[in-house]
């Protein structure tokens, strides 16, 4: 079969004003970036608001394996497969990081028959939205530098300022530095250091706000520092956030792209859900619900990460509602939980698939008892499972009251997801179920955090330093207790620790750093070693990415 580039480079791809077109949306409010991918001025649509909403899938997974479970690229043969069976469907996604693009991942658009194009341009550089968030967030830390140089007049205390630098790669040898050397015409000497771009507030900023005036007022909001006597200092008091929205202004614009079977999609905004809330853009979301009858979305990594972000903070700030989730999995997935080694999980083995069903089970758990969601667990099925490997994952999950779909869209495009397509539809039609949240807006932040670390991960305790304390502590006292958390953990277990499979027991989270987003609305809460600057691996996939002599990019998963 050929590789994943192969098949994009292959596709005949209608022009993107047929595809807007094709959603009903007005040919002057489609801004082209060449071909094949255009910004959609949702002012321009004013008409959209008076539609009913459609119905919004939610699609999540098992906790991550090293072979992957296919997350994406099943939203993607879903979203062909609702459409081939006549119902009006559209996607939306993420931006893929050029971070994870050139070290681990190689690409995020999909694979095989089941992928969003182009392919190259999506995960290359786009539409210059994280470009333009990293101008923007940069540029709030050059004037922070520039306030202190030029007399320091709002007295922001030096060994206080949190707001870091960032850049779309991944860089360990960012992660600290020190700015200012050279004498005193270059400013202060601090200690500093750099995100990676998915990880700053001003991401979370783009993908919660609601409008272009929502935007600027939650970019005023940032908290960049302290005074030396606790009082806090924001972008507005610098007079920072409205030049940082005219970065903005039109990146906010939602990307509109298709699939290789022609299925609208919008591109639209990139947090990581292991250090942010893992989402694309409330903006692209809320608007694809007017456009279509059944919108596909997905929650970065599996459901105790992606999915609990997008529940208790995206639908709680933007009052969205799944109407059904899918849970993906691989038996794959399910032997690496049940204690196979990497090299062997092509072979059968129904000892090590049971005991790796605790990690679904517990994933499925989540969903239809802490969120409120009704469910289905799409198999991404190889060619090297078997029948009893099937059969058993199936009884299992039966005796849940859960079915279980087998899905071969990668090989297959839409036609091998019309089966996950017919139980969507056929969930999404039955009664209306009352979504709910892990906590309430009125638990203070450590309850927060104790009520996800137990329902969710099933921890048995959670602990933090005093120093670490005494900050949480302090952000409840100054007012931010009614806001919702963000956990930034490793995606590879329920637990902290990133070696413990299936289903750990016993296990404490224990957080080392906590972070305010004022201008986000959320207090993100830093466990273990999880870094919100990530390193390359000792061969990253930019050592295997070139282009050939006729400019043909290679290399890209």
Known sequence: ???????????????????????????DSVENYGLYKAKIDLAANPELQARPDGKLILVTAISPSPPGEGKTTTTVGLGDALNKIGRRAMICLREPSMGPVFGMKGGAAGGGYAQVVPMEDINLHFTGDFAAIALAHNLLAAMIDNHIHHGNALGIDPRQVSWKRVVDMNDRALRQVVVGLGGKVNGQPREEGFDIVVASEVMAVFCLATSLKDLRSRLGNIVIGYRQDGVAITARDLQAHGAMTVLLKDAIKPNLVQTLEHTPAFVHGGPFANIAHGCNSVIATSAALKLADYVVTEAGFGADLGAEKFIDIKCRKSGLRPDVCVVVATMRALKYHGGVDVSALDQENLQALQAGLANLEKHVDNVTRHYGLSCVVAINRFDHDTDAEIGLVQSHMQKLGVNVVLAEHWANGGEGAVSLANEVVRLAAGQNITMRYVYEDADDL?????????????????????????????????????????????????????????????????????????????????????????????????????IDDDGRVVGLY
């Open 1 to 27: 079969m050929p590789s994943d580039i192969e098949i994009a480079q292959q596709a005949q791809m209608r022009r993107i004003t047929e595809i807007a077109l094709q959603l009903g949306l007005k040919e």
């Open 446 to 546: 450590w309850e927060k955090l104790r009520k996800v670390a137990t329902h969710i991960y099933g921890a048995t305790d959670v602990y933090a330093p005093r120093r670490v304390r005494s900050i949480i502590d302090k952000l409840q006292a100054d007012g931010y207790g009614h806001y919702p958390i963000c956990i930034a953990k490793t995606q590879y277990s329920f637990s902290t620790d990133a070696a413990q499979r299936g289903l750990p027991h016993e296990h404490v989270v224990t957080v080392r750093a906590v972070r305010l987003c004022a201008g986000a609305e959320f207090v993100v809460m830093i466990c273990d070693d999880i870094m919100t600057m990530p390193g390359l691996p000792k061969e990253p996939c930019a050592m295997r990415i070139d």
